[in-house]
C-alpha cells in the first residue's frame, strides 16, 4: 500500500520536483536586479571599477526601450570573453574571506549574468588599450552564454558599451508594472544617478565625467545631466544644480571615534572593547533660519563612497537640523570613511542597504555638536 501510495501522487500537482536551471536562474536573477535604478547602477559601478574617466548612460523611452552604458575604461580581454556574463564570475573575489576588505563597487559576479536572463538580450561592445581601434561584439543570450565574438572597428581609444534591451520582457508582470511606472521608475533610476555624479564620480579614477540622457521614440534626445570630471564635489553640485546649489552650503568634516557595542563583542568573541575612528567628508546647509529646503530631496549618504541607504543616520541628521532650524531640512552629502571591519555592504543584493557595527554609538557621538553663527563646528564626543 505504501509504495501504490507513493506511486499515486509522484505526478500529483502537488508534488515535489526540480526546477528547470532556466527559470532557476531567471527567479534568482530577479532578486539581484528588482527595478530599473538597478540595472543603471550595476553597470555604471561596473564602469567606475574598470577605471573609467568618461561614462555615458543612455535611456531609450525611459530605459523601455534600452538602457546603454558607454564608458572609456580599460575594457575587457579576449581571454575574458566567455566567462564575463557567467553567474558567480568575478575578478573582485577569490574566496568568501576576500568580503570583509573588499573596495570596489562591484563583486558578487551576478550583475550581466542577470541582465542577459532579465532583458530581451545584451549586448557588449569592447576593446582594451592592445586591441583599439579593432574592438569586438558579445551578444549574450537569455542563459549568459556567449555567441560568436564579431570583430568591428571603434571609433574610440579603448572602453565598453553594454546595451540592454526591453528590461524584464521574460517577466510579464513586472513589464507591465515598469512600463505603467515609466516615468516614475526613470526618475528613481535619475536620483540615484546624482548620488553617483555627487561622490564617486569626484572621487574615483581621478574625476569622471558622466552624462545621462533620454530618447523618446521618434523624438529628440534630452541631456539629464552632466558633470565635467573635475574631482571636486563641489564642482559637482553646481554642474548638477548650478552655482546657487551651493548657496548656504558649508563643508562637512568630522572625525570622532566610536566604542564598540557589547553586542558587537559578543558576536566577535572580544572581552575588551575597541575603538573605531570614523570620518563624515562632504557637505551639508548652515545651521541658520531660512538656510535649508522644504523637502529632503537633496540628502545623499555614502559608505566609503558608496551611495546606500542610511535610515537611522538621516533621521538623526534631520531630528538635530530641525531643532535649530524648525520646518526645513539640510541638504546633505555625508561621505562617512570608516575601516571595512566595522560594516558589512554583503547585506543585500543590491548592497544599497550596509549594516553598520555599533550603529547606535556611532549615531549619538554624530548627534552631539553645536553650532555658532552663520557657519557650524561639530564638537564630537567618544561613546
Not at 530605459?63 to 557567467?86: Q, R
Not at 566610536?258 to 553586542?263: F, H, M, P, R, S
Request: hydrophobic residues 40%; proline residues 3%.
Amino acid at each position: 500500500m505504501a509504495d501504490s501510495f507513493l506511486d499515486s501522487t509522484a505526478s500529483s500537482p502537488g508534488s515535489i520536483r526540480a526546477i528547470d536551471g532556466h527559470s532557476v536562474h531567471r527567479i534568482t536573477s530577479g532578486q539581484v536586479v528588482i527595478d530599473l535604478q538597478t540595472a543603471v547602477k550595476e553597470l555604471v559601478e561596473n564602469s567606475l571599477d574598470a577605471r573609467a574617466t568618461n561614462i555615458e548612460v543612455r535611456f531609450l523611452n525611459y530605459g523601455l526601450k534600452s538602457i546603454e552604458v558607454i564608458d572609456n575604461g580599460c575594457g575587457i580581454a579576449p581571454k575574458d570573453y566567455d566567462s564575463v556574463a557567467l553567474k558567480h564570475h568575478t575578478s573582485k573575489l577569490a574566496a568568501f574571506e576576500d568580503l570583509s576588505t573588499v573596495l570596489t563597487f562591484g563583486f558578487r559576479g551576478e550583475a550581466l549574468s542577470s541582465l542577459c536572463a532579465l532583458s530581451d538580450g545584451v549586448t557588449l561592445t569592447t576593446a582594451t588599450a592592445n586591441e583599439a581601434p579593432m574592438g569586438t561584439i558579445l551578444e549574450m543570450d537569455r542563459t549568459a552564454n556567449l555567441g560568436i565574438p564579431i570583430p568591428r572597428s571603434q571609433d574610440r581609444y579603448r572602453g565598453t558599451t553594454v546595451a540592454v534591451s526591453s528590461l524584464f520582457k521574460p517577466l510579464p508582470v513586472r513589464r507591465k508594472e515598469l512600463e505603467r511606472n515609466a516615468k516614475r521608475e526613470f526618475g528613481k533610476a535619475l536620483n540615484l544617478l546624482y548620488a553617483y555624479a555627487l561622490v564617486p564620480c569626484a572621487t574615483e579614477n581621478r574625476g569622471v565625467r558622466l552624462a545621462v540622457s533620454n530618447q523618446l521614440e521618434g523624438g529628440r534626445k534630452t541631456i539629464q545631466l552632466k558633470t565635467d570630471g573635475s574631482p571636486s564635489i563641489k564642482a559637482s553640485v553646481t554642474a548638477l544644480w548650478g552655482s546657487k546649489g551651493l548657496d548656504n552650503v558649508v563643508d562637512l568634516d568630522l572625525s570622532f571615534d566610536v566604542l564598540t557595542e557589547k553586542t558587537v563583542l559578543r558576536r566577535l568573541d572580544q572581552e575588551s572593547a575597541s575603538v573605531t575612528t570614523v570620518k563624515v567628508r562632504g557637505l551639508i546647509s548652515k545651521f541658520a533660519v531660512g538656510a535649508g529646503r522644504t523637502g529632503s530631496d537633496r540628502q545623499f549618504f555614502y559608505i566609503n563612497g558608496r551611495p546606500c541607504n542610511l535610515g537611522k543616520i538621516q533621521k538623526a541628521f534631520n531630528e538635530v537640523y530641525r531643532s535649530f532650524n524648525v520646518g526645513q531640512y539640510a541638504f546633505i552629502i555625508a561621505d562617512f570613511i570608516l575601516p571595512t571591519h566595522a560594516c558589512d555592504v554583503n547585506v543585500s543584493p543590491d548592497k544599497r542597504t550596509i549594516l553598520l557595527h555599533s550603529e547606535q554609538n556611532l549615531i549619538q557621538a554624530l548627534k552631539v555638536y553645536t553650532s555658532f553663527g552663520s557657519g557650524f563646528y561639530f564638537v564630537s564626543l567618544d561613546v
